[in-house]
């Protein structure tokens, strides 16, 4: 069974910067697409960014792209999102997931795992 582990949120000021990662584990990592989501209180659940099974590959957010950037380092097995230039409206829970697909995916039925979720709030 795959289980993901997220660590890395929260609580920055506008402008500042986060790491998240996200440990995978009971599968072989490499055999699975990564990918970010948010959901903040009140609002469906989005998606952030996303990566293909060997890294080369990455889709990233239009509301996020050019401050936040998803990586993976398979002899880890973890995902990463650097979040830069953070702005209050990035303020939600942020889900690791892992798709079956291997390839960039962008929608939430296209992943099979998700993470607990963890807390990202920027104040302004």
């Known amino acids: 069974q795959v289980q993901l582990v997220e660590s890395g949120g929260g609580s920055v000021q506008a402008g500042g910067s986060l790491r998240l990662s996200c440990v995978f584990s009971g599968r072989t990592f490499s055999n699975y697409g990564m990918g970010w989501f948010r959901q903040a209180p009140g609002k469906e659940r989005e998606f952030v960014a996303g990566i293909n099974w060997s890294g080369g590959s990455t889709n990233h957010a239009d509301s996020v792209k050019g401050r936040f950037t998803i990586s993976r380092d398979n002899a880890k097995n973890t995902v990463y999102l650097q979040m830069n230039s953070l702005k209050p409206e990035d303020t939600a829970v942020y889900y690791c997931?892992?798709?079956?697909?291997?390839?960039?995916?962008?929608?939430?039925?296209?992943?099979?795992?998700w993470g607990q979720g963890i807390q990202v709030t920027v104040s302004s």
């Open positions: 997931a892992a798709s079956e697909y291997a390839i960039v995916a962008v929608a939430t039925y296209e992943y099979n795992y």
